[in-house]
């Protein structure tokens, strides 16, 4: 019964070489979040979707892009990985963006640059 | 910046014994907290949450503690069990002026020795 869906669980790209990670969910929650996890790390957020409306955190590079086609779909698009780009990349959503704050988080892709 | 942080990364705790993991933040105008438990290779998973406007909320065997006076979070666990050990991280929701997004503190590593 996942509610929040990423695949793959595991990546392996090469350096510079695009990557597309994935996310779904069942709940048809309005907001959806991508976060970086690196070891050790708490999870760090790139960029975020109130439905169709993209917000990225001043601080997310320039290499990170993201998608969000439709309400159960979105996506993230690293143009060029670096070795510095290895990670848990870990979405998640919400129902809003205030009122009930939780986030339901999916399992993660694990992403390696070779 | 606004950060939320916690003041012991690692916790070990004999299996039985009562379990409190400590965080604490520095946005006055946060309005809404959440404890997630992460396991390895998973995840962060809801424990509970508590609002501004509350001092204490109780689940089952948990209960957080917010001291808005000194900017103190807790997480207790009553009878802590082996299915404990994980990462456990306090998220501070900035104010609804601020987008309503989720900051995390830093991580602790809680260990249940059998």
Known sequence: ?114 | GESVGLHLPTLSVQEGDNSIINCAYSNSASDYFIWYKQESGKGPQFIIDIRSNMDKRQGQRVTVLLNKTVKHLSLQIAATQPGDSAVYFCAEREGSNQGGKLIFGQGTELSVKP
């Open chain 1, 1 to 114: 019964d996942a509610m929040v869906i990423q695949n793959p669980r595991y990546q392996v790209t090469q350096f510079g070489k695009p990557v597309t990670l994935s996310c779904s969910q069942t709940l048809n929650h309005n907001v959806m979040y991508w976060y970086q996890q690196k070891s050790s790390q708490a999870p760090k957020l790139l960029f975020h979707y109130y439905d169709k409306d993209f917000n990225n955190e001043a601080d997310t590079p320039d290499n990170f892009q993201s998608r969000r086609p439709n309400t159960s779909f979105c996506f993230l698009d690293i143009r060029s990985p670096g070795l510095g780009d290895a990670a848990m990349y870990l979405c998640a959503t919400s129902r809003d963006l205030t009122g009930a704050g939780e986030q339901y988080f999916g399992p993660g892709t694990r992403l390696t640059v070779t």
